[in-house]
């Protein structure tokens, strides 16, 4: 997909925006996949998530950017809640949802592809549009990377890789 100046600005800006969001940034105290946060994992996911969605010739792509930035978006430690441990996969996705709409106001689009994202686990929750699935997937790939690498291969990609999302436009 070619896109045209303003939409790139608009993209980044959004991307910038949340990057640096006092909310956003509070992804960041979430452990998650041995040495990874939810902060550095959910920007990991919208940049991969975009990549593809350039492929395609038609996608939302604000709706896609906003959802993957939120799609983790639950702010508890699992691993520290007991009551949370054992449904986390299951429930995460819409309480992830729910805060991201009632702190952000997002867009019903991007509600439905949080939701969806963690399918089939969540097997009533089937990714249903091309954005949805592109979530779906960036989120497998990005979390099967996080779990194989070490936590300095890690650190050194995200100090890397998280800013400049327009590199690619
Ligand atoms: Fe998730
Ligand atoms: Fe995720």
Request: with cysteine; glycine share 2%.
């Amino acid at each position: 997909m070619k896109l045209d100046e303003q939409r790139k600005l608009q993209l980044e800006e959004i991307y910038n925006t949340l990057l640096n969001d006092e909310k956003v940034l509070k992804m960041k105290d979430i452990p998650m996949h041995f040495g990874s946060n939810c902060y550095e994992h959910s920007f990991k996911v919208a940049k991969l998530a975009m990549k593809r969605a350039l492929r395609h010739k038609s996608v939302n792509l604000e709706a896609l950017l906003i959802a993957a930035i939120f799609h983790d978006y639950y702010l508890y430690d699992w691993r520290k809640d007991k009551s949370k441990k054992k449904r986390h996969g299951i429930d995460h996705p819409s309480i992830a949802a729910k805060q991201a709409k009632r702190d952000f106001n997002i867009s019903d689009q991007s509600i439905k592809m949080i939701e969806s994202h963690m399918w089939p686990i969540n097997f009533k929750d089937f990714p249903d549009s091309k954005e949805a699935r592109i979530l779906n997937l960036a989120d497998k790939t990005v979390a099967t990377i996080e779990f194989m690498s070490s936590t300095k291969q890690k650190k050194n990609h995200h100090d890397k890789t998280l800013e400049d999302i327009s590199k690619l436009f």
